[in-house]
């Protein structure tokens, strides 16, 4: 087994079912003997986390697109220089539910914040570090909101958007992997988790 460490994101709407395969992931790199480190965004560090808060909760307070935006990469900074790296310093793999494609897909097509902005903080926050790999969930944004409401109930203030805010965010999604399909591998999501994860799996094979 190579002890490369690689950066591997996970990327979806919500229900897309990251957190699911995430788990799948570890267990199966793991059992192989990869050092594996697992982690989130927004959050992934204590301070970071304490960011992803505010957020996603609702509050008296409208947050504008672009002041989302900062905060994103505020957390995905402190996440980065805290945990992610130093994790890949020490050869690990680390496996993160979300990372800069998805503020270009949420904030970017969902929100309409500019292109240029998002493309310019990435390269302020994380200069040189991209993913090995991204694995786009992919399935029809109503199923994929039929599946988060059913299994969180009151969701967040990102589930709170309506059908076509996602519809938005998985034609991004899209058109970063036909535009990067060296680093990103569109999955199909809608099936069963064990296919989505041997689908996964196939996806990193060239890395393992």
Not at 172 to 190: N, T, W
Request: charged share 25%; with cysteine; proline share 5%.
């Amino acid at each position: 087994m190579s002890a490369i460490a690689r950066f591997i994101t996970l990327e979806g709407i919500e229900g897309a079912g990251k957190s699911t395969l995430a788990r799948a992931l570890d267990g199966t790199l793991r059992a192989r003997g990869v050092a594996v480190v697992m982690t989130r965004e927004p959050g992934g560090s204590p301070l970071a986390e304490q960011l992803r808060t505010l957020l996603l909760a609702r509050g008296p307070e409208r947050i504008t697109p672009t002041a989302e935006t900062l905060l994103m990469f505020a957390a995905r900074s402190i996440h980065i220089e805290n945990k992610i790296r130093p994790a890949l310093e020490q050869g690990s793999w680390v496996i993160c539910d979300r990372f800069t494609d998805a503020t270009r897909a949420y904030q970017g097509a969902g929100r309409g914040v500019d292109a240029g902005l998002i493309e310019g903080l990435a390269q302020a926050v994380h200069p040189g570090l991209w993913p090995h790999r991204t694995l786009v969930l992919d399935l029809p944004a109503a199923l994929g909101l039929a599946r988060a409401r059913a299994r969180r109930g009151a969701g967040d203030r990102f589930e709170d958007e309506d059908q076509r805010f996602f519809e938005r965010v998985r034609m991004r999604y899209r058109e970063i992997a036909d535009a990067e399909p060296q680093r990103v591998r569109l999955i199909d999501a809608s099936a069963a988790p064990e296919i989505v994860a041997a689908s996964a799996l196939n996806a990193l094979s060239d890395l393992l």
